[in-house]
């Protein structure tokens, strides 16, 4: 840790040391806040949230910033993914494939429209049509790595100064709308069609709220810790081979497919040196995804720097208002409709507010803290990544292109 032109630089140990710290800061405020589990807000969102204002607040009074060293938190993201493959099933995956299919038509349409509602909105204010879309999918479903990469685009073709931190204020305000938006929308359609899981199952990440009670051994914990490790290891030979043949993945993704095989294809007969079975939908897997994912998003709310994007606010607080509202009367109108009516695609909802406004990880904590409040719904943690941390990426790309002909 050192002090450095008015920024406080912390080093990765402290970094994941706060990370943990504002986890159990958002589970003790959404013990004492009962609204914030009624409406299943993410515990890193409330956690994350809080301390961030707070560092934008000692940043207002004092001029010092805080900086954090932020590698470890891939490496959570990693974790997670592959539990989530280590709990998927070929039954799941062949039950989702129409699902799969109809939740990728209507993201495709949601793409299109976020993006025309962004241009409809910067062009009533008088602004260039390519900041409106940089207030689209550049930023929201396509995160703070999409709006860096198309920055320069819109800055040299279009004249857009300021677009790279356009897009990542779009991008940090998207996660957090996306954070706080899923939670309630699945309240909402739980309650108003009386939904229930169609069976009590253990959770893919964490425990009910009513199981906090739950044992877990130590040796089912480093069984789960070995089989992660080993479906990383393949997760990572998998990601060179794909690279090698020209298709680029995230890493998490590779994982996660990796976890699939492990959990699907080997051998049920062949000997573990644990003793063990595999632990697919184990207490063990559900804690190991539960800490990781908890940790990674608090860990990216706590780090926002809020006050470089104060002076930004402005017209963009209009076109994500306008995007916000768009995004939720499509989830209720359209695609828990499309998806089936049913609980599952009331956590699909919540999924899909995070990934529209945010991000996968967002999407998966969201399902998360609904299914942690009302019961499990396996498919919806398989369909939703593969939807937002793979397909929705290529689909953006190609929209982005054509947009961007038609305005210019």
């Not at 974790?79 to 039950?95: E, P, Q």
């Not at 090698?244 to 573990?272: D, E, T, W, Y």
């Not at 930004?312 to 499309?338: D, E, H, N, S």
């Amino acid at each position: 840790m050192e002090l450095l032109d008015g920024t406080l630089k912390l080093d990765t140990f402290l970094t994941v040391t706060l990370g943990i710290v504002v986890l159990f800061i958002g589970k003790q405020l959404n013990q004492v806040v009962p609204a914030f589990r009624e409406f299943s807000i993410p515990e890193p969102v409330t956690g994350g949230l809080l301390v961030c204002i707070l560092f934008t607040l000692i940043y207002a009074v004092t001029g010092v910033g805080v900086e954090f060293n932020l590698g470890a938190r891939d490496v959570l993201l990693v974790y997670f993914f592959t539990t989530i493959g280590i709990n998927a099933s070929f039954s799941d995956l062949l039950g989702g494939g129409k699902p799969l299919l109809i939740l990728l038509a209507a993201t495709v349409i949601f793409m299109i429209l976020q993006n025309f509602t962004g241009i409809g909105v910067a062009t009533a204010l008088g602004l260039e049509p390519a900041v409106g879309l940089l207030g689209g999918t550049v930023s929201l479903i396509g995160g703070h790595g999409t709006s860096i990469a198309w920055a320069p685009i819109f800055a040299e073709k279009y004249g857009i100064s300021g677009a790279a931190e356009i897009g990542i204020a779009c991008a940090t305000f998207g996660l957090v709308l996306a954070s706080l938006m899923g939670g309630p929308i699945a309240k909402y359609l739980i309650t108003r069609h009386d939904l229930t899981p169609e069976a009590e199952e253990t959770l893919d990440i964490g425990v009910k709220q009513e199981d906090r009670g739950i044992d877990v051994h130590y040796m089912d914990v480093l069984d789960a810790i070995l089989s992660i490790h080993i479906c990383v290891i393949i997760g990572v030979l998998l990601d060179k081979a794909l690279e090698n043949a020209g298709v680029q993945l995230p890493l998490f993704v590779s994982c996660l497919f990796a976890g699939i095989l492990m959990s699907n294809l080997r051998p049920k007969a062949l000997p573990r040196i644990t003793g063990t079975s595999w632990p697919s939908r184990t207490p063990a897997i559900a804690l190991i995804a539960d800490v990781s994912l908890g940790t990674f998003l608090a860990m990216s709310l706590m780090s926002m720097k809020l006050w470089e994007l104060v002076s930004l606010a402005g017209p963009l607080v209009l076109i994500l208002g306008a995007q916000v509202l768009v995004a939720a009367m499509f989830i209720v109108f359209i695609v828990f409709r499309v998806m089936g009516k049913n609980y599952e695609a009331a956590v699909v909802s919540a999924g899909f507010g995070g990934f529209s406004m945010g991000a996968t990880p967002t999407a998966m904590a969201n399902m998360s803290a609904v299914t942690k409040r009302y019961g499990a719904c396996h498919q919806a943690f398989i369909i939703v990544p593969l939807v937002g941390a793979f397909f929705i990426d290529i689909a953006n790309v190609i929209i982005i292109q054509q947009l961007l002909s038609w305005i210019g």
